[in-house]
């Protein structure tokens, strides 16, 4: 069975502050895709990444930048010098190679403060 | 950049009211989902459709719900009798066939469904 858990339900920051939200997933299968979902209080899904099970090259996008480590199963992200807009719930999820459908975590509340 | 869509984005229904939430796909995706998130909770699977039949579905979605794609663009969840524990986001979505089975899922905005 697939299982992605979100540790962290909620976490407040301060403007500018770095933040790290944790993703820690379970499935069997070999290939597998891993992503990030980022839903703002207007309720939308937003794709960040997807990043799949043979590529564990951190990435980086601007300020966001995700560590993939298959040895813990865990697909972290972080935020570098947060900004108000990047409030939001912050979903992480696993699809597997022929699987439809995706398995969420339960998200990550993020806060970040003036 | 072409999106997918949802009608309407809030819908209030009686309980035991049946209703039809719509999704227009990106129009060369073949690939179709429905997701529910009940409020504060996380993003659940419902459904997927290809070919026009149903691939996949989970233990939620029982015989009270059916997916249609009635004609080339619209692809419609319908909940027969509504139950309060049915008040919940839906969102749908669909992806293309370049990239094979990896190619992402694009989500639409959602409809907000509230059962009174």
């Known amino acids: 069975a697939q299982k992605v858990t979100q540790a962290q339900t909620e976490i407040s920051v301060v403007e500018k502050e770095d933040v790290t939200l944790d993703c820690v997933y379970e499935t069997r299968d070999t290939t597998y895709y891993l992503f990030w979902y980022k839903q703002p209080p207007s309720g939308e899904l937003v794709f960040l990444i997807r990043r799949n099970s043979f590529d564990e090259q951190n990435e980086i996008s601007g300020r966001y930048s995700w560590n993939f480590q298959k040895s813990t199963s865990s697909f972290n992200f972080t935020i570098t010098a947060s900004q108000v807009v990047d409030s939001a719930v912050y979903f992480c999820a696993l699809r597997n190679l022929y699987g439809q459908n995706f398995v969420f975590g339960p998200g990550t509340r993020l806060s970040v403060l003036p | 950049e072409p999106e997918v869509t949802q009608t309407p984005s809030h819908q209030v229904t009686q309980m035991g009211q049946e209703v039809i939430l719509r999704c227009v796909p990106i129009?060369?995706?073949?690939?179709f989902y429905w997701y529910r998130q009940i409020l504060g909770q996380k993003v659940e699977f419902l459904v997927s459709f290809y070919n026009n039949e149903i691939s996949e579905k989970s233990e939620i979605f029982d015989d009270q719900f059916s997916v249609e794609r009635p004609d080339g663009s619209n692809f419609t969840l319908k909940i027969r009798s509504t139950k309060l524990e049915d008040s919940a986001m839906y969102f749908c979505?669909?992806?293309?066939?370049?990239?094979?089975?990896?190619?992402?899922?694009?989500f639409g905005p959602g409809t907000r469904l509230t059962v009174t």
């Open positions: 129009s060369n995706h073949l690939y």
């Open positions: 979505a669909s992806r293309g066939t370049s990239g094979g089975s990896v190619a992402e899922q694009y």
